[in-house]
């Protein structure tokens, strides 16, 4: 007899029976039907706490079944509170001609514990993994887009597949960023056949984490992680959080089996597998490039030659085919259809500077995000490819051929001051590219300031800018005048209402890696004219108003990601009929952090400069020291918007 039922029969009889206790039957009667696993009301309540998803159980179970045999499975529990925990709940699973997917699966149930949509594997969409900016690649992925009705609901996701490719084994990332917390999270490695592998554990020290590590198996699990919240200014989260690396020391990558326990293996395995052969040129191409450099034996000289001839006669496209995506089209082809990716772009270079006798060598590096490959763990490691050229006094020069304008031997933020893996035909080598730090990102501003009588300003400004802060605006070159208006109006002096550029005239020096910008400048009712009282910003053009967030019990250390060096240097011409009287005093700032100063200079009655001298320093501190940061940079805000009043002189009329 249904339980509801019995109860209403009932209740004369059973005059002890409160409503509300027959509400609470009804309630559970009816969660019969549903599944309590996934009840929102199940989770901890110090888990729901700063999260915009719950992990509930997020397992990973691979099984090495010979050098070129692995299955992986995946099953993935979570649920979302809000539309910001979406991103972590992707469906969704990649595959390519080396890789089977044999089983794929979703439900959604709501916050009851009731199913609400289920997808079978027919039900996914089946698309390919790469943009429109990629030429072919075999790369896919099958996925669902699913739209939330309401909030908190939990997905259960499971996949498998099989792959021959056993070079890339995923690694365990058992909280993947911030805001979300985590129930329960497993990863188990089975090696059945006690392949020789390495493994990597790193941020494990104050983790509820259980491991199990024999020559067999590898068995890792997380349970109960309260959230992390994100907090401004601070290290990548990955750098915070745990996780487990694994390579095989024997292994197959699309058909090419490989073996290595180090860095210099490794790179003569890429070297010999993957490059050997890709960089012949035609006789023809080959007699060009010759041409082109027979007047010059500096072989820096040449390089740069050559390279400048690679960026015209080149573009971008991906292009992910060929042994996992880590081959490079050969030269040939990439000097015949005139495209490629970096790979292909890299290994083009290689081949013409070969042509020169030039030396260089193919890299393999972290790009956009600084990080480094992991110098001290070998395995299929990196995004990006650049070219090393080596010089005698360890100077070495690197390319980044993926790009049609940067100059030569500039690398900028994209790919700067990160360890990377040189191949050589020896095998590969650590190396770190060049830091452009602190002083080295100078900017110089020089203005001739006239302040109106109205209030008006005019001005003719010149920056020049160095080493980072060119990498952040060289690209100003090829925007229209239209465009670079809009640019200085919204971006770089968006605090200057009614501003209006007369002229632009930029200049971009790629030998000496300088970029000028000369402008013509004039701000309506810049200052604020009371009678007799003149009231205006000193600072026209370059106002430092950041200020970092406030933190009352601060968690994560401080991270300053760039340092950079500013100086201002403006001559000011005061209104006709004002007199200058007195200048504030010279005003100074100095910490571990970076330093500021700033002072005033009299010309005449009328004339004053203006000086500016502020230095970043970019760097990572402990959590204690991000108030005292804060309290340095309020200290800057507040100098910057320094305002000075001056007067009419008053006529004595006696």
Request: aromatic share 12%; glycine share 4%.
């Amino acid at each position: 007899m249904n339980i509801v039922f019995y109860i209403f029969v009932h209740m004369k009889k059973s005059l002890s029976l409160t409503l509300p206790f027959f509400f609470l039957l009804f309630f559970v009667s009816k969660q019969q039907s549903q599944n309590l696993n996934y009840n929102v009301f199940n989770i901890p309540q110090e888990l729901k706490e700063d999260t915009n998803a719950v992990v509930r159980d997020n397992s990973i179970e691979i099984t090495i079944e010979d050098l070129d045999k692995m299955v992986v499975r995946k099953r993935k529990v979570i649920t979302v509170l809000n539309k910001l925990g979406n991103v972590d709940a992707k469906i969704g699973e990649s595959y390519d001609n080396d890789t089977k997917i044999t089983e794929l699966s979703a439900y959604i149930y709501d916050s009851f514990g009731k199913e609400i949509k289920k997808y079978k594997e027919r039900d996914f969409l089946d698309v390919s993994a790469v943009d429109g900016g990629t030429l072919y690649s075999d790369a896919r992925v099958k996925y669902v887009e699913y739209t939330p009705i309401s909030y908190p609901y939990t997905l259960v996701f499971t996949s498998e597949y099989k792959t021959s490719t056993t070079g890339f084994i995923p690694w365990w990332y058992p909280v993947n960023g911030y805001y979300i917390s985590v129930e329960k999270s497993s990863y188990t490695l089975h090696n059945p056949k006690a392949i020789p592998w390495r493994i990597k554990n790193t941020n494990f020290k104050g983790f509820n984490i259980q491991k199990e590590e024999t020559a067999t198996k590898i068995s890792y699990q997380l349970e109960k992680q309260k959230a992390y919240v994100y907090e401004r200014n601070t290290i990548a989260y990955r750098d915070l959080l745990p996780k487990a690396i694994v390579a095989l020391d024997n292994f197959q990558l699309k058909g090419v089996t490989g073996n290595y326990t180090n860095w210099k293996d490794f790179g003569l395995w890429m070297y010999n597998k993957l490059l050997m052969g890709r960089d012949q040129l035609d006789e023809a191409t080959i007699a060009k490039v010759k041409a082109l450099v027979k007047d010059e034996s500096d072989p820096i000289k040449r390089a740069k030659i050559v390279y400048e001839y690679m960026q015209n006669k080149t573009r971008y496209i991906g292009v992910q085919v060929g042994i996992g995506g880590w081959e490079p089209i050969a030269a040939n082809k990439v000097d015949a259809v005139g495209y490629g990716d970096c790979k292909g772009l890299t290994n083009y270079t290689k081949a013409l500077l070969n042509a020169v006798n030039v030396t260089s060598y193919y890299t393999v590096v972290y790009a956009n995000e600084k990080r480094d490959i992991d110098k001290d763990f070998s395995s299929i490691q990196g995004n990006h490819i650049i070219l090393n050229l080596p010089n005698k006094n360890g100077d070495d020069i690197w390319l980044e051929c993926t790009s049609q304008t940067t100059p030569f031997g500039f690398l900028g933020s994209f790919t700067h001051d990160r360890n990377v893996l040189v191949i050589t035909p020896e095998g590969g080598i650590i190396k770190k590219t060049p830091a452009y730090k602190d002083e080295i990102n100078l900017q110089n501003s020089t203005a001739k300031i006239q302040l109106l009588e109205n209030g008006d300003v005019k001005a003719s400004l010149k920056r020049i800018s160095k080493g980072l802060q060119y990498d952040d605006k060289f690209y100003l070159e090829n925007k229209t005048k239209k465009e670079l208006i809009k640019n200085y109006k919204s971006n770089v002096w968006d605090y200057n209402n009614n501003l209006e550029i007369t002229d632009v005239n930029l200049q971009n020096d790629k030998e000496n890696v300088v970029f000028t910008e000369e402008l013509e400048v004039a701000v309506k009712n810049y200052a604020t004219v009371n009678k007799d009282e003149f009231l205006f910003r000193v600072n026209v053009f370059n106002k430092e108003n950041y200020i970092p967030k406030r933190y009352r019990n601060r968690k994560l250390p401080l991270h300053i990601k760039k340092g950079y060096k500013d100086v201002d240097e403006f001559e000011i011409k005061l209104p006709k009929g004002y007199v200058l009287d007195v200048l504030p005093p010279q005003k100074e700032l100095k910490t571990k952090f970076g330093s500021y100063k700033v002072n005033f200079i009299k010309i005449d009655d009328n004339t004053f400069t203006y000086k500016k001298n502020i230095l970043i320093k970019e760097g990572v501190y402990p959590k204690e020291d991000y108030n005292t940061y804060r309290s340095f940079r309020r200290g800057i805000a507040k100098l910057d918007n320094l305002r000075i009043a001056i007067n009419k002189p008053q006529i004595n009329n006696k």
